[in-house]
Nanobody
Framework: QVELVESGEGLVQPGGPLRLSCAAS????????IGWYRQAPGKQRELVAF???????WYADSVKGRFTISRDNAENTVHLQMGSLKPEDTAAYYC?????????WGQGTQVTVSS
């Protein structure tokens, strides 16, 4: 079992930065990778960034060059550093841990980009 807790919710002006964090606990040694997803009202949940347990990363085209995913192994935490934020980045952001047998989701954290 893996538990995930997101933090970093906020209201930010267009062009500004925001950092989200996903803290994992429980059977963290079973995690193969952690992804950040987002879901805007009326839209499907989409993957925006992923980091594997060996540090390989992947980004959606819509955030490439603006978002950076990283890991703090000592704290069992994955961060999503978001920059040059746009109103279309407004969404609920969720992290998901992938193991061999199951996926685990956090409760989500809201990001609002507005002037």
């Amino acid at each position: 079992q893996v538990e995930l807790v997101e933090s970093g919710e906020g209201l930010v002006q267009p062009g500004g930065p925001l950092r989200l964090s996903c803290a994992a606990s429980g059977s963290t040694g079973s995690i193969n990778g952690i992804g950040w997803y987002r879901q805007a009202p009326g839209k499907q949940r989409e993957l925006v960034a992923f980091i594997s347990n060996i540090g390989n990363t992947w980004y959606a085209d819509s955030v490439k060059g603006r978002f950076t995913i990283s890991r703090d192994n000592a704290e069992n935490t994955v961060h999503l550093q978001m920059g040059s934020l746009k109103p279309e980045d407004t969404a609920a952001y969720y992290c998901k841990a992938t193991t061999t047998y199951s996926d685990y989701w956090g409760q989500g954290t809201q990001v609002t980009v507005s002037s």
